[in-house]
């Protein structure tokens, strides 16, 4: 397979700060549920990946108004005379600009700013969104595409099963905290899907996720590997993704999108 067609691409896009209100709320999972936010200003919304993520400006309590930064030359700038929003990373989970509507799906079982708004969202409460503010594209022509997270990770694995195309072959392995948080999937591709519990540990020292992934055995061809969740969880399934299995780094796209005990943690294993 021609290399141009395996490259990745960054995108940058320019940032554009939105006010929304709440259309519509679902249940998805007790563990999960799913805010559909449309409003004026989602005119023009773009989001050119599944890796995608959007700053959510939280209001200091459900129902209240959060107080919108304007943008400034080095970025968002806050009012000093009001409180200012939390910021939280989300994923795009789906834009439909003919009903003009925004999907975004919380997980529910910890407390922090974002979570909290989620848990008691309803129609017509406001949330502030900036961003997404670039776009990391990863081919869909690789010969396989192997997905591995948590929970935080199902809006996007959730969003490129439905994307890859019928002659992609996926292997996607997820975390999740107990068996009534898995959901179904749609995707015309060839899917092989492994649920993990975290009560499942096999083994001291190795979380469930990891000893997952070691129980892999990757297929022939060119592959690409996508990792997304915990801290921990992440850069040990990293580690033995390039020590144990040999996968070279530059197929490897892994983050942190929570880290224990530490609010609003992003980082890049890359
Ligand atoms: C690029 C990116 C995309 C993301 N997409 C999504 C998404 O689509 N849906 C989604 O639900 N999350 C997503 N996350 C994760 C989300 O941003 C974090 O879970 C975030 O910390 C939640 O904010 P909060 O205000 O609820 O909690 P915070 O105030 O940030 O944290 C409060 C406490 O809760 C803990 N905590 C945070 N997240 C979790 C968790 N998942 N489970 C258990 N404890 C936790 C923290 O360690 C901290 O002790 C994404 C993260 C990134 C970086």
Same mark, same amino acid.
């Given at each position: 397979?021609? &290399?141009? !067609?395996?490259?990745?691409?960054?995108?940058?896009?320019? @940032?554009?700060?939105? !006010?929304?209100?709440?259309?519509?709320?679902?249940?998805?999972?007790?563990?999960?549920?799913?805010?559909?936010?449309?409003?004026?200003?989602?005119?023009?919304?773009?989001?050119?990946?599944?890796?995608? %993520?959007?700053?959510? #400006?939280?209001?200091?309590?459900?129902?209240?108004?959060?107080?919108?930064? $304007? #943008?400034?030359?080095?970025?968002?700038?806050?009012?000093?005379?009001?409180?200012?929003?939390?910021?939280?990373?989300?994923?795009?989970?789906?834009?439909?600009?003919? $009903? &003009? /509507?925004?999907?975004?799906?919380?997980?529910?079982?910890?407390?922090?700013?974002?979570?909290?708004?989620?848990? %008691?969202?309803?129609?017509?409460? #406001?949330?502030?969104?900036?961003?997404?503010?670039?776009?990391?594209? @990863?081919?869909?022509?690789?010969?396989? %595409? +192997? +997905?591995?997270?948590? *929970?935080?990770?199902?809006?996007?694995?959730?969003?490129? #099963? /439905?994307?890859?195309?019928?002659?992609?072959?996926?292997?996607?392995?997820?975390?999740?905290? &107990?068996?009534?948080?898995?959901?179904?999937?749609?995707?015309?591709?060839? !899917?092989?899907?492994?649920?993990?519990? *975290?009560?499942?540990?096999?083994?001291?020292?190795?979380?469930?996720?990891?000893?997952?992934?070691? *129980? +892999?055995? !990757?297929?022939?061809?060119?592959?690409?590997?996508?990792?997304?969740?915990?801290?921990?969880?992440?850069?040990?399934?990293?580690?033995?993704?390039?020590?144990? +299995?040999?996968?070279?780094?530059?197929? @490897?796209?892994?983050?942190?999108?929570?880290?224990?005990?530490?609010? &609003?943690?992003?980082? %890049?294993?890359?």
């Amino acid at each position: 397979m021609s &290399n141009d !067609l395996l490259a990745v691409q960054k995108v940058r896009h320019p @940032i554009k700060v939105r !006010l929304l209100e709440v259309k519509r709320v679902t249940e998805l999972t007790p563990a999960m549920r799913r805010i559909t936010l449309t409003g004026e200003d989602l005119a023009g919304f773009h989001s050119g990946s599944f890796d995608d %993520h959007l700053k959510l #400006l939280v209001p200091e309590r459900a129902g209240a108004r959060p107080n919108m930064p $304007t #943008l400034g030359e080095q970025g968002l700038v806050f009012a000093e005379d009001g409180p200012r929003p939390a910021m939280r990373d989300y994923t795009p989970r789906r834009y439909d600009p003919l $009903t &003009n /509507e925004l999907d975004i799906d919380f997980v529910l079982h910890h407390d922090g700013p974002a979570t909290d708004w989620a848990t %008691h969202a309803e129609p017509g409460h #406001l949330i502030g969104i900036a961003g997404p503010r670039g776009s990391f594209i @990863i081919p869909t022509a690789f010969d396989w %595409h +192997l +997905l591995i997270g948590d *929970e935080t990770a199902i809006p996007a694995i959730g969003r490129r #099963l /439905e994307e890859l195309p019928a002659a992609a072959r996926a292997i996607v392995i997820i975390k999740t905290a &107990n068996e009534q948080a898995r959901l179904d999937f749609a995707s015309q591709c060839a !899917l092989d899907i492994r649920w993990v519990t *975290e009560a499942a540990t096999p083994a001291e020292g190795v979380g469930a996720l990891e000893a997952a992934v070691r *129980e +892999l055995v !990757l297929p022939e061809g060119e592959g690409y590997v996508w990792a997304a969740g915990e801290y921990t969880d992440i850069k040990a399934v990293r580690q033995y993704l390039t020590t144990g +299995l040999g996968v070279d780094k530059g197929r @490897i796209r892994a983050a942190s999108y929570w880290r224990r005990s530490q609010a &609003n943690s992003h980082e %890049h294993f890359d």
